[in-house]
């Protein structure tokens, strides 16, 4: 946010700069006119539209500033805001206008859809560490709560469950609600105890079947 405030900042200061040198280009167009015919040829009561461009498009800050503005951002063509300036206010100011145009548009403008794509990039990355950081955290409570809950199943507090411990365990009301919530069956869980005994070994230990339950969720 910071360097989009300072890209903001500094679109404002180049209408700034330039709505200034155009509005003293004009000015001083119309006083010239002033000086030589004695009036401004837009206040004559025959006013011709094309003779006038300048001074409505550059007569004061405000209206410089709006319209190289819309100049940069499609509210109007860029050149019906050249043609005037090139023909009643010099060359000088029709460079300093296209100069204007191509700094803006090519220079800060790209900038500012750097910044935006930049923060969407860094928004999906920070969402991506805290999914991470979410899922680590809910392996953690599950490992926790598996490890409790089985060892409650473990009757004779060996380390081991067997098989009978087992089908006896999941008897219990809690237990079935509690796999549910992993999104685990039953029946997942007998199949993953089967195949995590060893030759006709009938215990398991309850770490070994509490690691395969987290990676058998996934």
């Not at 006013?47 to 499609?74: A, K, V, W």
């Not at 409570?141 to 199943?153: A, E, N, V």
């Not at 796999?179 to 089967?194: C, G, P």
């Not at 995590?196 to 215990?203: E, N, P």
């Amino acid at each position: 946010m910071t360097q989009l405030f300072w890209t903001i900042a500094l679109i404002l200061m180049l209408l700034y700069m330039f709505a200034i040198i155009f509005t003293e280009a004009t000015t001083a167009q119309i006083i010239s006119l002033e000086l030589e015919q004695g009036a401004w040829r837009c206040d004559a009561s025959t006013i011709n539209e094309e003779h006038c461009l300048l001074h409505s498009l550059y007569g004061d800050l405000f209206t410089s500033m709006l319209t190289l503005y819309m100049s940069i951002t499609g509210g109007m063509d860029w050149s019906d805001a050249f043609n005037p300036l090139q023909n009643d206010a010099g060359s000088i100011f029709a460079f300093c206008f296209l100069f204007f145009v191509t700094f803006t548009i090519l220079a800060v403008m790209n900038v500012v859809t750097a910044i935006f794509c930049q923060s969407a990039i860094d928004g999906a990355a920070n969402q991506r560490e805290v999914q991470m950081q979410k899922f680590e955290e809910q392996k953690e409570m599950y490992s926790r709560h598996l490890g409790d809950l089985f060892k409650k199943i473990d009757v004779d507090g060996s380390g081991n469950l067997t098989m009978d411990e087992f089908e006896i365990g999941v008897m219990n009301d809690k237990v079935k609600p509690f796999f549910e919530s992993m999104e685990l069956s039953i029946q997942e869980a007998r199949l993953l105890f089967n195949l995590l005994r060893s030759g006709d070994d009938d215990a398991i230990e309850i770490d070994d079947f509490v690691e395969g339950c987290l990676q058998l969720r996934g």
